[in-house]
C-alpha cells in the first residue's frame, strides 16, 4: 500500500481534530483510497507541553525547515492560523514542490493570487476548503459539481460566534454584552472577539467565495464591513414585527457587469432557509443558472468538522498522487474582465430613530427623504418611553438607495429640530 507523508504546521484545536479524524477513521480512508496517509512531523512550539492526545514525541519539531525541508514529506497542513508566519510557511512549501492544504482563511484572503500562482508554477495542488465554511464543503461544491453553473448571488452565515449571539440575544431576550461573555465561557468566542464581532472573519470568508465564484479579486479590506456590536435587543424585537430575523450576512451578488458585494446584520425574512440557521451553525446560499438555488448547512467552526474538511483536501491531494496527475489546470478567468466590483449597491434599510413628540414630524422627515430620492415602505411609530422626555422612537423599512445617499439623508435629517438621534441602520433583504 502507498504511503502519503504530511508535515502538519500547528497542534492546537484544529490540529488535534485533523489528526483524530485521521487516526479514527483510518482502516475507513485505506480501504475507500487504497492509501496509507501518515503525519510524519508536527511542528510545535513546546515539545513538552501536556495534550490529551497520544503521540509519539518523535513526531513534533520546532524546526520548521525539518518539514519543508524533507523530500519524503508530500503534503504540508497548514493550521497555524494568522497570516505570518503562515504564509511564508506555505509560500516556502509550495515552491519546494509540495502540496498545501490549510484552514487558515486570513492568510487564504490575503494572499490569494500568490498561492494559486505558486501552485500553478510548481504543478503542485493548494486546498483551502476548511477555511470557509468548516465542515461545509462548499468550495469543492463549486469547483466541482457546480461549475457548470454561472452564479448570479452567493450569500451566507459564515462566523459561528456571531451566530450564536444574535441566536441568543433572538430566542432569550438577552443583551449582547452578556451573550458575548457566556460565548467566550462556552469558547464559542476568543477572549478578543473583535474578528468575529466586527465582521473581520465574514469578509475574509467572503473575499475567497468571491475569488472563486465569480472571479474576481477583492481583498478583504476593500470589502464594505460592518458587525454586529450595535444590534440591540430592540432591533431584534422591531424585526420580528416586521417579519424577519436579524443575521450577519456574508453576501455577493451580480448587478449587469457589476459585483456588489458586502459584509452587515441584514433583516432577513422569516421564510427564507438562512433564517432558521441557529447558534454555531453556518450557511451558505447560492443561485445558479442552471441548478437554481442552494443552500449547505452544518457546523461552521470546531475541531473535528473543520478536521474533517482539511482530510477531505488531503485525501484528494493523496489520490491524485498516487494517480500520477497532482496538480491543478488553471486558467484566466474571462470574469476577471468583465466584472467591476462598486462595493455594497443598492439595498433596502431598516432605520430607527429617536424623534421629538410633536405633530409634522413624520411628514418632515418623509419629505427629507423624499428630495434625496429615497421612497418609503413602511413606518411605525412607537410609543414614548418613560424615561423619555416628549422623544418618541420612529421606525422606517425603505426602499432601494445606496448607503452614501441614505447617509447622507439621515445626516440632513439628524441635523434637524425634529430628530435626536439615529440609533440603528441594518440592511433588509
Do not use: C, W
Not at 452565515?157 to 456571531?162: A, E, H, M
Not at 467565495?209 to 431584534?236: A, W, Y
Not at 446584520?265 to 443558472?289: Q, T, Y
Not at 442552494?294 to 457546523?299: H, T
Request: aromatic share 6%; charged share 25%.
Amino acid at each position: 500500500m502507498e504511503t502519503i507523508k504530511i508535515g502538519l504546521l500547528g497542534f492546537g484545536n484544529v490540529g488535534t481534530g485533523t489528526y483524530k479524524t485521521l487516526e479514527m477513521n483510518r482502516k475507513h480512508i485505506e480501504a475507500n483510497t487504497g492509501l496509507s496517509i501518515e503525519i510524519s512531523k508536527i511542528l510545535v512550539n513546546d515539545i513538552n507541553r501536556k495534550r490529551d492526545i497520544k503521540v509519539s514525541s518523535d513526531q513534533f519539531t520546532q524546526n520548521i525547515d525539518d518539514i519543508l525541508l524533507d523530500p519524503s514529506i508530500d503534503i504540508v497542513v497548514e493550521l497555524l492560523g494568522g497570516i505570518e508566519p503562515a504564509s511564508t510557511y506555505m509560500l516556502k512549501a509550495l515552491k519546494n514542490g509540495k502540496h498545501v492544504v490549510t484552514a487558515n482563511k486570513a492568510a487564504v484572503a490575503a494572499n490569494f493570487d500568490d498561492f494559486m500562482d505558486a501552485a500553478k508554477r510548481n504543478q503542485v495542488m493548494f486546498r483551502y476548503e476548511a477555511s470557509v465554511g468548516g465542515g461545509i464543503p462548499i468550495l469543492n461544491a463549486l469547483t466541482t459539481a457546480l461549475l457548470a453553473n454561472e452564479f448570479e448571488e452567493i450569500l451566507g452565515i459564515v462566523n459561528g460566534t456571531t451566530n450564536y449571539i444574535l441566536t441568543q440575544m433572538t430566542e432569550y431576550g438577552l443583551d449582547y454584552a452578556d451573550v458575548l461573555k457566556t460565548a467566550q465561557e462556552k469558547g464559542f468566542a476568543e477572549a478578543d472577539p473583535t474578528a468575529d464581532v466586527e465582521g473581520i472573519d465574514v469578509a475574509n470568508k467572503l473575499s475567497i467565495l468571491i475569488s472563486l465564484v465569480f472571479g474576481i479579486r477583492v481583498p478583504p479590506e476593500e470589502i464594505p464591513t460592518e458587525g454586529i456590536t450595535s444590534i440591540s435587543k430592540n432591533d431584534i424585537r422591531l424585526a420580528d414585527q416586521f417579519g424577519y430575523k436579524i443575521k450577519l450576512l456574508a453576501t455577493a451578488k451580480k448587478a449587469g457587469k457589476q459585483l456588489e458585494a458586502h459584509v452587515q446584520p441584514a433583516f432577513v425574512p422569516k421564510s427564507h432557509p438562512l433564517a432558521a440557521v441557529s447558534n454555531e451553525f453556518n450557511a451558505v446560499f447560492a443561485a445558479g443558472n442552471a441548478v437554481d438555488d442552494l443552500m449547505f448547512y452544518g457546523k461552521g467552526a470546531g475541531p473535528m468538522p473543520t478536521g474533517s474538511a482539511v482530510m477531505g483536501d488531503v485525501i484528494e491531494i493523496s489520490k491524485a498522487i498516487a494517480k500520477g496527475a497532482a496538480f491543478d489546470h488553471y486558467s484566466e478567468s474571462k470574469a476577471v474582465k468583465m466584472l467591476k466590483f462598486v462595493g455594497e449597491g443598492q439595498n433596502k434599510y431598516y432605520v430607527s430613530m429617536m424623534v421629538k413628540d410633536v405633530p409634522g414630524v413624520l411628514g418632515s422627515i418623509s419629505t427629507t427623504f423624499g428630495a434625496f430620492g429615497i421612497g418609503v415602505d413602511s413606518v411605525l411609530q412607537l410609543s414614548k418611553d418613560a424615561n423619555s422626555d416628549r422623544e418618541v422612537p420612529l421606525i422606517f423599512i425603505l426602499h432601494e438607495v445606496t448607503r452614501a445617499r441614505l447617509d447622507e439623508a439621515l445626516d440632513k435629517i439628524s441635523k434637524s429640530k425634529f430628530a435626536s438621534e439615529i440609533k440603528s441602520v441594518i440592511r433588509v433583504m
